[in-house]
Nanobody
Framework: QVQLVESGGGLVQPGGSLRLSCTAS???????????MNWYRQAPGKERELVAS????????NYANSVKGRFTISRDNAKNLVYLQMNSLKSEDTAVYYC?????????WGQGTQVTVSS
């Protein structure tokens, strides 16, 4: 029922920036405002990695050490949107990025958006 759709991925040069968006819908029983949100990424041949998290009200955020200081997660609960602002991109940031909505006993995933950092 819950649907998450990522957008904003693409090809960018090292040092460049991208902003990913996640549009959420279908929250029939528990509203979007109750969910914590994550951004994950997965590069070919590597484990899925948690990149950033944000609490339901947006007051608490956490980041992987590899992106801390470069990426910023935010949300607009009035619009059911989650963002990931990515600055100072590096080649090792190349991956498919996934939006994730979570509760203690449930979680939902988007289809992913490809981010490629290359000259």
């Amino acid at each position: 029922q819950v649907q998450l759709v990522e957008s904003g991925g693409g090809l960018v040069q090292p040092g460049g920036s991208l902003r990913l968006s996640c549009t959420a819908s279908g929250f029939l029983f528990i509203p979007f405002t109750m969910y914590g949100m994550n951004w994950y990424r997965q590069a070919p041949g590597k484990e899925r990695e948690l990149v950033a998290s944000i609490s339901s009200a947006g007051g608490n955020t956490n980041y992987a050490n590899s992106v801390k200081g470069r990426f910023t997660i935010s949300r607009d609960n009035a619009k059911n949107l989650v963002y990931l602002q990515m600055n100072s991109l590096k080649s090792e940031d190349t991956a498919v990025y996934y939006c994730n909505a979570y509760l203690p006993r449930s979680d939902y995933w988007g289809q992913g958006t490809q981010v490629t950092v290359s000259s």
